[in-house]
């Protein structure tokens, strides 16, 4: 299974998804960390280095998820609304051909 039906399983459920088990136990994990961030404990991050995960690798999806959680709450504050396919690969377009660093301004 690869590409969207992989991405459709991990978000119908994680637990049954065919992923690796260390990918099985991040993603429940940023899933806890999302859903109720006052639940999780030391035991949790345990977990993840049980998993085989590495202390670096939990770090950059804690950073990621971070992100992403911050961008997604703005949105939603903000009232944000989700571009259209033709505004996405626009915006594709676009960061492909200039990527991400900000347009340098006159003074």
Same mark, same amino acid.
Request: with cysteine; hydrophobic share 55%; charged share 20%.
């Given at each position: 299974?690869?590409? $969207?039906? =992989?991405? !459709?399983?991990? =978000?119908?459920?994680? $637990? *049954? %998804? &065919?992923?690796?088990?260390?990918?099985?136990?991040?993603?429940?994990?940023?899933? $806890?960390? *999302?859903?109720?961030?006052?639940?999780? *404990?030391?035991? !949790?991050?345990? %977990?993840?280095?049980?998993?085989?995960?590495?202390?670096?690798?939990?770090? !950059?999806?804690?950073?990621? +998820?971070?992100? #992403?959680?911050?961008?997604?709450?703005? %949105?939603? +504050? #903000?009232? #944000?609304?989700? &571009?259209?396919?033709? @505004?996405?690969?626009?915006?594709?377009? #676009?960061?492909? @051909?200039?990527?991400?660093?900000?347009?340098?301004? %006159? @003074?």
């Amino acid at each position: 299974m690869l590409g $969207k039906e =992989l991405v !459709d399983a991990v =978000l119908a459920d994680h $637990k *049954t %998804a &065919p992923i690796r088990e260390p990918v099985r136990a991040m993603v429940g994990f940023l899933q $806890k960390l *999302t859903l109720a961030p006052a639940d999780i *404990t030391p035991v !949790d991050a345990a %977990a993840l280095l049980v998993a085989g995960i590495s202390p670096s690798a939990v770090v !950059d999806a804690l950073y990621v +998820a971070y992100c #992403f959680n911050v961008l997604d709450r703005l %949105a939603d +504050a #903000f009232a #944000f609304e989700v &571009p259209n396919s033709e @505004r996405f690969a626009q915006g594709a377009r #676009f960061l492909l @051909r200039r990527g991400y660093a900000l347009p340098l301004v %006159a @003074r």
